[in-house]
């Protein structure tokens, strides 16, 4: 099996992938977002979305600014 390689260093191997937790959380401490990067140049591959909106939640309503 092929390993993972950066496109910008090329650093070789899965071991170099890293991630980090956005800063910014949702009410219960849920991270919005993760990084992932290489541990080697900082090349990002990837931002995962963490933090969903469940179907129970009240629906968020823009209001109407055009008055």
Same mark, same amino acid.
């Given at each position: +099996?092929?390993?993972? !390689?950066? *496109?910008?260093?090329?650093?070789?191997?899965?071991?170099?992938?890293?991630?980090?937790?956005?800063?910014?959380?949702? !009410?219960?401490?849920?991270?919005?977002?993760?990084v992932?990067?290489?541990n080697?140049?900082?090349?990002?591959?990837?931002?995962?979305? !963490?933090?969903?909106?469940?179907?129970?939640?009240? !629906?968020?309503? +823009? *209001?109407?600014?055009?008055?």
């Open positions: +099996m092929a390993e993972p !390689k950066c *496109p910008s260093c090329s650093t070789e191997g899965i071991e170099h992938f890293a991630s980090k937790a956005s800063n910014e959380t949702a !009410k219960n401490g849920t991270p919005w977002f993760y992932v990067y290489c080697q140049c900082g090349h990002v591959y990837e931002v995962i979305n !963490k933090h969903t909106f469940s179907a129970n939640q009240s !629906k968020f309503v +823009m *209001p109407d600014l055009r008055r």
